[in-house]
């Protein structure tokens, strides 16, 4: 898994003359630099660039700083956030937040383990802090990345040790001062050329030293599998239209969040004492998602459920909840 190629070289020549212009790519002597890129870091966790750009741009006029970020209330974090998915990233976002102004006086922690500490922030993320603030030697490991590695390597990701591949072409990739422009080179590399579907292998700056580009047998690809579920919502209505939520009903990207009852398609106990409404899916992620929503028209919830208004309902609530509101409005 040697490279006998200055990759490093031929990456940042491209990303030199292809880099995107966001708004996250602030002078590295901007007094906003650290904030840009935390927000903007958490935000693309899982998220595409085209979606997160206006999030980001939202984000920032409301909030300047770091600061005015750290003092927001999670109400009003999570509004701003409301439609970008996997709420716990904005709840980590404040946290991580408060956690660097009251401790870290306003800065990153200098070290990749310390990073990891901080609400939210794991091996990927720690490493492009790391990289982009204090331009240390190292790589942010995302499917992107990854991709490039083992397409020059020309073997399947999971075959790749890639801690041992990194140690063994140290001297290679972080043959450069600017380890900071060659984190976000790579992920922009395998973002634009050596993408997923149609890599542009003939403008590709290291087709030469490509042995997928070169071999007869290449890697295939694996795609990203997509997981299938199917779930019944039960739905406790009053006549005066509200229906009844609980943050006890836990489903795995909506923790913390007020749902109806949900269960397994398996559970079929309780179906006989619901009236069918609606059968429709919601896609999140790789989660497809098959619902039956189920209603009946009760005086009595549960202790841990409260009544909310489906029409006048004017607080957060993420997007899944509210196709369900959407759903049973019908019935009033």
Avoid at 76 to 96: D, P, Q, V
Avoid at 174 to 183: G, H
Wanted: net charge positive.
């Amino acid at each position: 898994m040697h490279l006998k190629f200055n990759l490093t070289k031929k990456i940042l020549a491209w990303y030199d003359n292809n880099k995107r212009t966001l708004p996250w790519r602030v002078g590295k002597t901007s007094t906003n630099r650290l904030y840009y890129r935390i927000l903007s870091e958490f935000m693309l966790q899982q998220t595409q660039v085209k979606t997160v750009i206006p999030y980001f741009e939202k984000f920032t006029k409301k909030f300047r700083n770091l600061n005015s970020l750290s003092k927001a209330s999670e109400e009003k974090i999570l509004k701003l956030w409301e439609g970008l998915g996997y709420y716990r990233r904005a709840r980590n976002l404040l946290a991580t937040s408060k956690i660097l102004i009251h401790k870290y006086n306003s800065k990153l922690p200098q070290e990749i383990d310390e990073i990891k500490t901080l609400p939210g922030i794991g091996d990927y993320t720690s490493n492009v802090l790391a990289a982009l603030i204090y331009n240390k030697p190292t790589l942010a490991l995302d499917g992107n990345v990854k991709r490039v590695i083992s397409r020059i390597l020309n073997m399947e990701v999971k075959k790749i040790d890639f801690k041992k591949f990194i140690d063994m072409n140290r001297k290679n990739i972080f043959n450069t001062n600017r380890n900071s422009d060659l984190v976000e080179a790579m992920m922009e590399f395998g973002a634009l050329v050596c993408n997923f579907k149609t890599p542009k292998c003939k403008i590709c700056p290291v087709q030469k030293n490509c042995k997928f580009y070169k071999s007869k047998d290449k890697i295939k690809q694996i795609k990203k599998e997509i997981v299938n579920e199917s779930i019944n919502i039960f739905c406790y209505l009053s006549k005066k239209g509200e229906i009844a939520l609980t943050k006890k009903n836990k489903l795995g990207f909506l923790n913390k969040f007020n749902l109806p009852k949900i269960e397994s398609t398996k559970s079929n106990k309780l179906i006989k004492k619901w009236k069918l409404l609606s059968k429709y899916k919601n896609s999140i992620s790789n989660k497809r998602l098959n619902i039956n929503l189920y209603y009946q028209f009760s005086k009595d919830i549960p202790n841990n459920y409260s009544w909310y208004s489906i029409k006048n309902n004017n607080e957060f609530m993420p997007s899944f909840t509210k196709k369900i509101f959407k759903q049973v409005s019908i019935l009033f």
